[in-house]
């Protein structure tokens, strides 16, 4: 056996840590650039206690937005910088940080569209702060950008581009609304899930994955219904903080393959695409496991996922689809369709889909005829 699983980034967990941010941020220098969601209010007790510039991400990052930030911090010669949101914040002062201290374009360094020009310097000390429970960024080595002129999103992606410190505090989630609930916490629960059994699961990652799927199955229903639920934040926080750890080590699968074409041209948050995703993508590869590798590991994986989501010892694989479907009806996740993505839409995603970097890991190659099934049902 042979595995690898690496991360440098500290982690800092638990209520009311984020009342250290100040004096945390000092330890890496004097003038930082805090990157924020749409709002900046939550972050403006962190602003004014270092002086700090700011700059607001509205939407998911795009190349664009990252040129324009690294400008920002060449100009007003930031030191550090700290992403205090969701995962748009975080990806977009994880991609600031790196391009201020490489030089040049942002879309040299994209993978997939782009030059895939190798990160070579050290980023500025980056700490990310996040305030949904979802996405993980905080520490993963690679940041999503949206490039509207290829209508994909790709990642630039390095190991020098993990956070110096992941702090995460549930209290920073209590006041989600629950439609963000829904789509970051599928999310999370995705990222646990594609980990677990991809091509490149291992024991460390396992273990990780499993606590996590553990947590998300008794807590995510009680978060959508009572936000201030407060174990149940902190369950979902930490099994968010697990799904990073976990795709940054195992990578992910169809799912992701699918969310990076839909989300480089759609206006639908990553979380939703791939709640909407979800129960489908599990339902092809779990048919075309039994029909073409009935021997597969991955298929005792997902009945291994399906007793941990139903708590039911004898549950099988396809019980655990039926349970991630009839939670996405209970968390009103919207269709695809409701992002406006038509049929005639479909085959041009498909294509895109596959060449994805996340459907390298997926258990095993699915047709392009069971991607289109996939879509088709998600829609
Ligand atoms: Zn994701």
């Known amino acids: 056996m042979h595995f690898e699983f690496a991360t440098a980034t500290r982690v ?3 209520e009311g840590t984020a009342a250290t941010l100040p004096d945390l941020a000092r330890h890496f220098g004097t003038h930082p650039l805090v990157v924020t969601g749409a709002s900046t209010e939550r972050a403006a007790a962190l602003v004014s206690a270092l002086s700090a510039e700011t ?23 930031c030191d550090v910088v700290i992403s205090f949101g969701g995962g748009s914040a975080i990806d977009a002062g994880k991609a600031i940080a790196t391009v201020a201290t490489n030089g040049g374009e942002p879309l040299e360094f994209l993978e997939v569209v782009g030059k895939g020009r190798a990160i070579v310097a050290p980023p500025l000390p980056f700490i990310a702060v996040p305030t949904t429970a979802g996405t993980g960024s905080e520490v993963t ?26 702090l995460v505090d549930p209290e920073l989630t209590y006041g989600l609304p629950p439609a963000v609930t829904a789509s970051t916490g599928l999310d999370a629960l995705t990222q646990l899930i594609e980990p677990y059994v991809s091509a490149r699961a ?3 990652v396992d273990a990780i994955c499993v606590d996590g799927i553990r947590r998300i199955a008794g807590a995510l229903r009680r978060a ?35 969310a990076a074409p839909l989300g480089g041209r759609w206006k639908a948050s990553h979380g939703a695409l791939c709640a909407a995703l979800l129960p489908h993508g599990m339902a092809a590869n779990v048919a075309a496991l039994r029909t073409r590798s009935p021997q597969h590991p991955a298929l005792e994986r997902y009945s291994a996922v399906a007793r941990l989501l139903t708590g039911r010892n004898e549950a099988s694989a396809e019980d655990g689809i039926d349970w991630v479907h009839a939670l996405c ?12 993505i038509t049929e005639a839409d479909l085959p041009g995603v498909v294509e895109k889909a596959a060449r994805a970097s996340s459907m390298q890991a997926n258990p095993l190659p699915l047709t392009g005829e069971e991607l289109l099934a996939v879509v088709t049902a998600a829609r």
Do not use: C
């Open 202 to 204: 291992n024991p460390l």
């Open 12 to 14: 800092i967990f638990g």
């Open 55 to 77: 700059f607001a991400v509205t939407g998911e990052p795009t190349v664009e937005l990252v040129r324009e930030g690294a400008r920002r911090v060449q100009n007003a010669a």
């Open 329 to 340: 009806v209970e968390l009103n996740v919207p269709a695809l369709r409701a992002w406006g």
């Open 141 to 166: 080595r690679n940041a999503v950008l949206g490039s509207p002129e290829h209508g994909v999103k790709a990642s630039l992606r390095s190991p020098l581009m993990l956070p110096r410190v992941a």
């Open 224 to 258: 959508y219904h009572d936000g201030s639920d407060r174990d149940a934040r902190r369950d979902m926080a930490m099994a968010s903080l697990f799904g990073g750890l976990a795709l940054a080590n195992a990578g992910l699968g169809v799912v992701h393959g699918f």
